[in-house]
């Protein structure tokens, strides 16, 4: 099928939830994919940040067809290797003690807010203790408690009402923190360390540093909402450690499976015992497939690959720097946003399909999440056509 037949079909069968950019993908290779028409493009999305070694990487495509050969699904009835092999990763790398898997970002999250809830409702025996804060522009999923969660208006609408008991602070202002935690009736506090789909945002260090220590004195957990930072996207297995700080609790989806649906919850000591038999359960939680993806992708993800992302994060974003109609970059590793002038970040990116570049948006801006496998040299020629495009007149 070619892209307007794909298309035409999409719109009489599919939901109309998305505003997709008008190609149809049908296949792909490392940073490279074909469209169904056999135009080549140079990716620089990802999949939104989820295909983190890039399209069929032959390590992760062993690894994933050997397990669906093998056992594709069992329920969580059953133990299977993939998952406690996974478990025991995440939990080393991490610092963390248990985990919990699901099949996304949101569901991670959600998970996490039960057991934040539950922890406090154990310890101290007060219903009243139940507000979680997060931060202006934050975004959380889109679950009507992950939607509540998140600190954007613009997704506040027409699902009312919403799950009760979040409140929204500004980002980096500690005063605010020590204000609204004084009522006493705060469980958690959940944080992105970069705001993705708020624009690319990092905290500022300090601002995580303050609140993780008054997290501590408090009794408050800390959950940090790692779906898009995570697995090695900001140069660090987790942005957290950046900063030398240790989460209650982490939540983990997007380049974790490597395409594959998954999401994670770690649970540090505090709440790692809160989730008990019947509290939480996923029927595809911990799912072979996907964990072993999963594993493959973990496995990948040395101290060399690591620093080679932050490396590259660099230059990458030495390189934007320099272009024109560029007012300002921000982000940390290979997950960047890029401020324009004089023309809108929609413009850039149809004008790179049309050059055979793909990239996103997070609000008003560029958004670059390439696959963490990108070369030097695809950086400079994604770089060069953003050049080309922000040049013309």
């Keep these: 099928m070619k892209n307007e037949q794909i298309q035409q079909q ?16 049908a296949k792909g290779k490392g940073c490279e994919v074909w469209d169904a028409d056999g135009n080549r493009y140079l990716d620089f999305t990802s999949g939104i940040g989820t ?76 219903a009243d203790r139940f507000t979680i804060l997060t ?9 009507i408690s992950t939607l509540a969660a998140t600190g954007q208006a613009t997704f506040h609408q027409h699902f009312f009402p919403f799950t009760p008991g979040f409140e ?32 690319i945002l990092p905290l500022n260090a300090g601002y995580v540093q303050e ?13 940090i909402d790692e779906v898009q930072t995570g697995i090695g996207r900001t140069g660090k297995l987790f942005a957290y450690q950046h900063f030398g700080i240790q989460p209650d609790m982490v939540t983990l989806a ?28 996923s029927t595809f939680g911990g799912n072979p497939v996907c964990c072993a993806a999963a594993n493959a992708v973990l496995k990948r993800l040395d101290p060399d690959f690591l620093l080679q992302i932050a490396k590259k994060g660099e230059k990458l974003q030495n390189a934007l720097k320099a272009l024109p109609k560029v007012k300002s970059v921000s982000g940390m590793g290979l997950m960047i946003g890029v401020e324009l002038d004089g023309i809108t970040a929609a413009e850039v990116v149809a004008k790179g399909i049309e050059k055979g570049v793909l990239l996103l948006t997070a609000k008003h801006k560029l958004r670059l999440l390439p696959p963490l496998i990108i070369s030097d040299e695809q950086i400079e020629q994604g770089v060069t056509v953003l050049n080309a495009i922000l040049q013309e007149p």
């Design 135 to 143: 931060l202006e522009n934050s975004f959380h999923g889109r679950t």
């Design 51 to 126: 295909n983190s070694l890039g399209w069929a990487d032959d390590e992760w495509l062993a690894a994933v067809s050997q397990q669906a050969a093998t056992l594709q699904h069992t329920s969580n009835l059953y133990y299977t290797a993939p998952s406690t092999q996974l478990a025991e990763t995440l939990c080393h790398a991490s610092g963390q003690i248990r985990a919990f898997f699901c099949n996304s970002g949101a569901e991670a999250n959600e998970g996490a807010i039960k057991a934040a809830r539950k922890y406090s409702l154990d310890k101290y025996g007060r």
């Design 10 to 25: 999409d719109s009489q069968f599919i939901a109309k939830t998305y505003a997709r950019f008008p190609l149809a993908l």
């Design 168 to 199: 929204h602070l500004p980002a980096n202002d500690i005063q605010a923190l020590q204000t609204r935690i004084s009522q006493n009736d705060v469980c958690a506090i959940m944080i992105e360390i970069v705001q993705g789909e708020g624009g």
């Design 211 to 223: 609140l993780a220590h008054i997290c501590r004195e408090n009794d408050i957990l800390l959950i």
């Design 254 to 281: 997007k380049g974790l499976g490597g395409g594959l649906p998954i999401g994670a919850i770690l649970f540090g000591e505090k709440c790692a015992e809160t989730l008990g038999k019947g509290d939480h359960g």
